[in-house]
């Protein structure tokens, strides 16, 4: 089954063809919103997403080899995420599935980024380690639903790092700004370590750092090492709580964060030291893809998920564990 995927949830708008049967990613296409200062204001999100969509589309086919007739199911990201954005992926995936006759799917992103890693490693029922920039959660199958074990209970990991790094004036996107500058200090700071039960907390160590900087206790490379060590520490605490209460032995990585080479070899380590398995994906597959949607589109099909066009409307605020799992047993 050839499935077209359309990611949308932010300021990615990504579109990806694959080969289902196969489980293969045939092309994986994505055009990124980005300011030179500032944050993201939907509604100019959501007209990048309309004057590129076709763009991303026609590129994810030609890049396929495929054509519009070769598409048997359309699949698109319908919860969570930005309204504004959200509604030109199902916009664009509805008018496709009209207009070419298949079937139409919407699924959940936060567990497509499982999914994903189900498929293209030889994790068979990881905990995962969501860590993009809006999003912080720790997520696993457990009671035939996904749970969020653990989140972040104010900003995202990324957007912490993004707004550490634009205070810092490195620009747009901080993660990997901070991530070769860590590389360079030499002195580990301690900073407030903030793990609440399963939960972590950045806003306190944001204003924390600034302060430190602003009065001039600690070099840019100082702070960039001992904020990755703290942040990443907090992450990987929460997760391995995660792993010890299911007893999962998997851990996968996933969001944008995820590329940091650093947070990679930190999880290898704690898994090494439990006796698990850490599953790393491409940098491609951990940032916000469609490949993904994709996969996760196929999966639901296969098991009799069936959608009509009226049950397609997007939901910004779709809690994970209220998804129907039917492609799992
Ligand atoms: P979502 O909508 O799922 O929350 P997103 O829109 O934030 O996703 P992603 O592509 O998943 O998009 O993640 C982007 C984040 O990843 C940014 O905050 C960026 O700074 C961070 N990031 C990217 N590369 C690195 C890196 N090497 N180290 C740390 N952070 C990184
Ligand atoms: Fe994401």
Redesign the pocket.
């Known amino acids: 089954m050839i499935i077209l995927g359309i990611e949308s949830?932010?300021?990615?708008f990504g579109a990806s063809i694959i080969d289902f049967d196969n489980k293969k990613v045939l092309s994986n296409e994505k055009m990124?919103y980005t300011t030179k200062s500032g944050g993201m204001i939907p509604s100019k999100v959501a007209d990048f997403h309309v004057e590129n969509c076709d763009k991303v589309i026609d590129s994810a086919l030609e890049k396929a080899g495929k054509t519009f007739e070769d598409v048997q199911l359309i699949s698109f990201s319908q919860s969570p995420?930005?309204g504004h954005m959200l509604k030109i992926g199902a916009f664009a995936a509805r008018t496709l599935s009209k207009r070419l006759n298949v079937p139409i799917i919407g699924v959940n992103?936060?567990i497509a980024?499982l999914e994903i890693g189900r498929v293209l490693t030889d994790a068979k029922d990881p905990v995962l380690l969501?860590?993009?920039?809006?999003?912080t959660q720790v997520i696993a199958y457990e009671g035939g639903k996904y749970r969020v074990f653990g989140e972040t209970l104010d900003i995202?990991?990324?957007?912490f790092?993004?707004s550490l790094?634009r205070f810092l004036g490195l620009g747009?996107?901080?993660?990997?700004k901070?991530?070769e500058l860590a590389k360079k200090g030499k002195k580990f700071h301690k900073l407030p370590y903030v793990v609440k039960g399963m939960d972590v907390s950045f806003g306190g160590l944001l204003t924390h750092c600034k302060n430190l900087y602003s009065q001039k206790k600690i070099s840019i490379e100082d702070l960039c090492l001992s904020v990755q060590e703290t942040v990443f520490a907090m992450l990987l605490e929460v997760s391995e709580r995660a792993m010890a209460h299911t007893g999962k032995k998997e851990l996968l990585l996933?969001?944008?964060?995820?590329?940091?080479?650093?947070?990679q070899e930190m999880s290898n380590i704690m898994c090494k030291e439990r006796d698990a398995k850490c599953f790393i994906l491409e940098?491609q597959y951990?940032?916000?893809n469609a490949a993904m949607i994709a996969m996760l589109g196929g999966m639901m099909h296969t098991s009799g998920t069936r959608q009509e066009l009226k049950d397609t409307e997007v939901n910004p605020y779709l809690r994970t564990d209220e998804v129907l799992v039917s492609w799992r047993n």
């Open positions: 949830t932010a300021h990615t990124n995420g930005i992103h936060c980024h969501y860590a993009s920039g809006a999003n995202g990991i990324g957007n790092l993004d790094a747009f996107p901080g993660g990997p901070i991530q996933g969001g944008g964060v995820a590329c940091n080479t650093r947070l940098n951990n940032v916000d």
